[in-house]
């Protein structure tokens, strides 16, 4: 399956994302854009403006950061 497919996939509520460092945040971003609960397998990604995009997009869909 393609990225696209599993995350359009009916019924998926979440994905795990273990991808290399340089694609984990973007990658999350678009679980993030299906509205996907996710698992990040490793540190908030090498670029820090990007990081804080995933970070905000959490924020507004909780109301507050995950702890």
């Not at 019924?11 to 698992?39: C, D, F, K």
């Amino acid at each position: 399956m393609t990225e696209e497919e599993v995350l359009n996939c009916p019924g998926l509520q979440a994905v795990a994302v273990e991808v290399p460092n340089n694609e984990l945040v973007p990658t999350a971003l678009r679980g993030m854009g299906h509205n996907l609960s996710m698992s990040m397998d490793k540190p908030a990604g090498e670029d820090l403006p990007l990081s804080r995009k995933l970070l905000n997009g959490c924020v507004w869909e909780t109301g507050s950061p995950s702890r």
